[in-house]
């Protein structure tokens, strides 16, 4: 409703607030009757004219009121106005046009990279797949090469063992005929080479750790966590060499070696002290038990077996563990891996040397009789070329 039919009504309502009717003068019947007949209905309807005009003015002070408050609010920048909000939403349009041109640039910018990493990949590829045929021809001629020298290994085993039945056949003639050796200084010599030579049995014993044990290094790698025993004992206050009764190819004699551990090892093994020697390493030649049985009391950090208790009769490995346990200082540790021989997989039926398998709980018997103050069984597990079902006991002292 407009501010002028507002004003309009109120000016209409206050000329006839009393009902003033459009009587003429002259009715006075008319004017009688209403009167005194319509007295009430005439009082209602002039106060519910009265009060429609109260509430007219109300509304008309009320729009004015909320002018005033607009005007006020517009002078302070408090409301925002149609042009306002046009402006803005036409701002936000045109920022979001921008917004989705830049991130549509980015895309096709990012799309752009991603081809040309793709291109890239592919020529990758190619070169990869030129490479893998390049390998897959050099690992046939090495194939090719690693065949020939199986077959040049085998023509030499082949003339070894003709080399050991000359040796043989010169040995057993200088034992018949020991004073036709010494006719010419040929004989001497052929002689002295033979005597050199070591027999087939030493020979045998390095083969046998090929067939049991495998590549060397899978070997180091089995045995490296030994290691970590030995450093731990010598934390403990241990501080002498390392005594490994079975130098073998030399493997763990190598690792602690590397680790800068003095070591001592016997051999009567010339072939054995021969390849290992050819590591570096210093083998003495003698028995392993007799340098164990000659060594001080108290002054080993370690004793370590690889191979060794199978191939012993119990009263021999008994007599071994009591002297370990003589010659480690406080805190050194004793290392016994050998065979369970429980099974027919075992390595135990492939070694030549091997006298009887030892149990586990025989072995932690003979430790702890010998007055070993804890000890632990471990389960080696099986590396490239060796048969599952060996274990390593330790013991500190």
């Known amino acids: 409703m407009s501010h002028t039919r507002i004003a309009h009504a109120l000016a209409r309502l206050a000329e006839h607030q009393e ?28 106060e519910t004219n009265l009060a429609v005009r109260d509430a007219l003015e109300g509304l008309v002070e009320a729009e004015r ?17 149609n042009e306002q909000l046009a402006h803005e939403v036409a701002t936000l349009r045109q920022s979001d046009q921008n917004l989705m041109a830049g991130l549509n640039q980015r895309l096709y910018s990012s799309v752009g990279r991603v081809q040309s990493q793709l291109s890239d990949l592919r020529l990758l590829l190619a070169e990869s797949t030129e490479q893998h045929d390049t390998v897959e021809q050099r690992l046939k001629a090495l194939e090719e090469q690693v065949a020939a020298l199986n077959a040049t290994a085998r023509s030499n085993r082949l003339r070894q063992a003709q080399l050991d039945l000359l040796l043989d056949k010169l040995r057993a003639a200088g034992q018949e005929q020991p004073g036709s050796v010494a006719d010419t200084g040929t004989d001497t010599v052929v002689e002295s080479v033979a005597d050199s030579v070591a027999d087939r049995d030493s020979f045998l014993e390095l083969a046998v750790l090929e067939l049991l044990d495998g590549p060397v290094d899978g070997v180091r790698t089995a045995r490296h966590p030994y290691l970590a025993v030995i450093e731990a004992a010598s934390k403990s206050g241990a501080t002498g060499p390392v005594l490994d009764m079975a130098p073998g190819r030399g493997e763990w004699l190598e690792i602690v070696r590397d680790a800068g551990l003095p070591y001592r090892a016997a051999s009567e093994n010339r072939a054995i002290r021969a390849h290992c020697a050819e590591a570096g390493l210093d083998i003495e030649d003698a028995n392993a038990l007799d340098l164990l049985e000659r060594t001080p009391k108290r002054t080993l950090r370690a004793v370590t077996a690889f191979r060794y208790a199978e191939r012993r009769k119990p009263t021999v490995l008994a007599r071994f ?9 406080p805190g050194g540790v004793l290392v016994v891996e050998t065979s369970a021989g429980s099974g027919s997989e075992t390595d135990f039926h492939l070694d030549p040397f091997a006298v009887r398998p030892v149990h586990a709980d025989f072995l932690r018997f003979l430790v702890e009789a010998a007055g070993f103050c804890r000890t632990e069984i471990r389960k080696a597990e099986p590396v490239a ?3 599952p079902g060996r274990y390593s006991l330790i013991a500190w002292r």
């Open 19 to 46: 009902l003033h009717l459009p009587l003429r003068r002259t009715d006075l019947l008319g004017r009688l009757a209403l009167r005194f007949l319509w007295r009430r209905q005439i009082k209602w309807q002039i």
């Open 321 to 329: 563990v009591e002297l370990a346990a003589l010659a480690l200082q």
């Open 385 to 387: 070329g060796q048969q």
């Open 65 to 81: 009121q909320q002018r005033v408050r607009i005007d006020e609010l517009a002078d302070r920048d408090g409301m925002v106005t």
